[in-house]
C-alpha cells in the first residue's frame, strides 16, 4: 500500500507557474505508474498527466500538452506536475495517483490509490 500527499497548490495569475509535488510512503514507490488528475468545481474528475516508473514515458491531456510537464526523482519517492501557462481553466483540485499499469489512467480507469488532492486556483 502506498500513501500519497501533495502540496504546492495555491493561488497563481493567469499566465505564471506552479509546481505541485506528491510524495509517496513506501519503499516501492518505482512499481507505480504516477498520475495527476484534476476535478473542477461541478465537473467530473478528468486525466491531466502519468509517468511511467522509471520516468521514460509521459502522457498528458491534451489541454495541457506543451504547458504541463509531470517529472519523478525515485530517490526521494516524489512525483511533480511543473505547470506553466496556467489559464482560469487550469483551476482545480489537482490529485495524486498510483497504479500498477500504464493502460490503467489513460483508458480511464481506476487507480490504485489516491492522494487527497491541492487546490490550485487561477485568478485571472
Known amino acids: 500500500q502506498v500513501q500519497l500527499v501533495e502540496s504546492g497548490g495555491g493561488l497563481v495569475q493567469a499566465g505564471g507557474s506552479l509546481r505541485l509535488s506528491c510524495a509517496a510512503s513506501?519503499?516501492?514507490?518505482?512499481?507505480?505508474?504516477m498520475g495527476w488528475f484534476r476535478q473542477a468545481p461541478g465537473k467530473e474528475r478528468e486525466f491531466v498527466a502519468q509517468i511511467s516508473w522509471r520516468g521514460g514515458r509521459t502522457d498528458y491531456a491534451d489541454s495541457v500538452k506543451g504547458r504541463f510537464t509531470i517529472s519523478r526523482d525515485n530517490a526521494k519517492n516524489t512525483v511533480y506536475l511543473q505547470m506553466h501557462t496556467l489559464k482560469p481553466e487550469d483551476a482545480a483540485v489537482y490529485y495524486c495517483a498510483a497504479d500498477y499499469q500504464l493502460a490503467t489512467m489513460l483508458k480511464g480507469g481506476e487507480p490504485e490509490y489516491w492522494g487527497q488532492g491541492t487546490q490550485v486556483t487561477v485568478s485571472s
Open positions: 513506501g519503499r516501492t514507490f518505482s512499481s507505480y505508474v
